[in-house]
């Protein structure tokens, strides 16, 4: 049996990480993989900013810097940000595998040029740089907001009424109006609006999360990981430091002594 750790980049409560465990529902795995889910210990709110992406990269590195050593054969992360995901390449010799690269590459498999659907108007930049940084900006029709502030806790729940119609027109006009051939969900946490927009668009829908899942049961499968060339590992380590920083950070957020 395959040990798969999940890490989502929020300290969340139990209703909370299984709000994330629901997006198995979405995907047909063997029966020979099984997915755990880790919280970080303390982390950003939003990452809406460049202060919250380094602080989502740093909670989310240190939350799998022991996933080698506890047993799991590979990590993934539940943010389409793919926060942290390099620097634990660059620690952890299993595969490590972010959604957000491997979705934007998913839909060229699918198509030639595809658009983002975003929640949050703040949570735009964070999707420019990722492009730019992939090298992937050019085949990006266009990012589209429906500008409503998320719950990273309860997710959609309760506001499908509102939420998955403004879905589904900011979608149409990425098609129509911006050429889009395939639509990405920009958030994890937006994984249940997918199914009603699969049956009310007339292109693909990625779902980041599960595609996350069947990409590293396949990648388990073939028995490879990420190149050691590309993500290099460090002369020195600080695998402590960083536990003491986020356990530290966890006192700090939660007013514990």
């Not at 990722?130 to 959609?156: F, H, M, T, W």
Request: hydrophobic fraction near 40%.
């Amino acid at each position: 049996m395959a040990r798969v750790l999940v890490l989502v980049p929020f300290p969340l409560d139990e209703k909370g990480l299984q709000n994330r465990r629901d997006q198995l529902g979405a995907v047909k795995l063997g029966p020979e993989i099984d997915f755990d889910y880790r919280g970080v210990k303390a982390g950003p709110d939003w990452l809406d900013s460049y202060h919250d992406w380094l602080l989502g990269d740093m909670a989310t590195f240190e939350a799998g810097l022991s996933a080698q050593d506890d047993g799991y054969d590979a990590v993934l992360v539940d943010t389409v940000s793919d926060s942290g995901v390099n620097a634990l390449r660059s620690v952890l010799d299993i595969p490590v595998i972010g959604p957000g690269k491997a979705m934007y590459l998913a839909a060229l498999l699918l198509g030639t040029r595809f658009s983002v659907l975003v929640q949050w108007d703040p949570w735009e930049p964070v999707f420019k740089k990722s492009l730019q940084e992939y090298g992937l900006a050019d085949k990006c029709a266009s990012l589209r907001s429906i500008n409503l502030r998320p719950d990273v806790r309860n997710l959609l729940g309760g506001k499908e009424d509102e939420v998955f119609p403004k879905l589904r027109d900011a979608a149409m006009k990425c098609i129509e109006e911006d050429g889009a051939d395939v639509i990405c969900m920009g958030s994890t946490t937006m994984h249940q609006a997918v199914p009603y927009l699969q049956t009310s668009l007339p292109v693909p829908v990625i779902n980041p999360g599960p595609l996350s899942y069947k990409l590293v049961e396949a990648v388990l499968g073939l028995g490879i990981s990420h190149s050691r060339v590309a993500y290099p590992k460090p002369n020195v380590p600080k695998a402590e430091m960083a536990h003491a920083m986020l356990e530290a950070a966890r006192k700090s957020q939660f007013g514990l002594a």
